[in-house]
């Protein structure tokens, strides 16, 4: 019997009771594509992170709090952010370790603007002061139905053989400048990076909006686990 790709989630963190939580929808989701999924720990030495970069197959950065300025050499501008340094420390030593053991990595909505940061991108603090659009980032419930459109390109266009898809979306930070090796993979009407991917790894992806609200109703959003999932196999598969 074929082995499930063992797949390290990175934990939210609630402030005001100082304890780890987790949104089911991305444990459903990977386990719907074929994985098994373990939520983290916050409390996680350099040995503890190399070590569990090492075992896990596959590494998700989940959605959750504001990521800090600090990461990417900046104050906060707005005075209306709600970070958690304490995750964001956490999570790039992570994702380096992962980067390190060549392991894949997937971000969703606070995981790709993570991502980003700590590769060396910046970030929009607030779209609604920082990008004005017509178009709306944070929508409100339910959250498993579309919102807007995003044009796609490259690898994700490939896998979904598609141009365009409508998406759901929950923030309102983005990505601003992209890190040096990323590459765009998906952008909303108002010109806003929806997705990316760094070619020069075995495996990263990583996308604005939600597809673990989605992937129940939408074949598109659980092909994106689905591929994930593929390339933490030993031999990983390329479209």
Request: net charge negative; with cysteine.
């Amino acid at each position: 019997m074929k082995t499930k790709p063992v797949i390290g989630v990175l934990p939210l963190w609630d402030v005001d009771r100082t304890s780890l939580w987790m949104l089911t929808n991305y444990l459903d989701a990977l386990r719907a594509a074929g994985g098994t999924p373990i939520v983290l720990t916050f409390d996680l030495d350099s040995q503890e992170i190399a070590r569990m970069a090492a075992m896990c197959d596959g590494l998700l950065f989940t959605g959750g709090q504001d990521v800090h300025p600090s990461v990417y050499g900046e104050e906060d501008r707005t005075g209306r952010l709600i970070p958690c340094p304490k995750r964001d420390q956490l999570e790039v030593r992570v994702l380096q370790a992962a980067l390190e053991a060549d392991k894949p990595i997937f971000g969703i909505c606070r995981g790709i603007q993570l991502i980003n940061a700590a590769l060396g991108g910046t970030l929009y603090q607030d779209l609604p002061t920082e990008h004005p659009s017509s178009i709306v980032h944070r929508q409100g419930k339910p959250y498993d139905v579309p919102s807007h459109p995003v044009k796609l390109s490259g690898p994700l266009a490939a896998l979904l053989n598609k141009e365009t898809i409508v998406v759901n979306t929950l923030h309102h930070q983005a990505v601003k400048t992209l890190a040096p090796g990323l590459e765009p993979m998906a952008y909303s009407p108002d010109g806003l990076v929806e997705a990316f991917c760094k070619p020069d790894c075995r495996f990263l992806w990583a996308v604005q909006w939600h597809p673990e609200y989605l992937f129940e109703k939408d074949p598109d959003s659980l092909m994106l686990f689905r591929h994930f999932l593929r390339q933490c196999s030993p031999a990983p598969l390329c479209i």
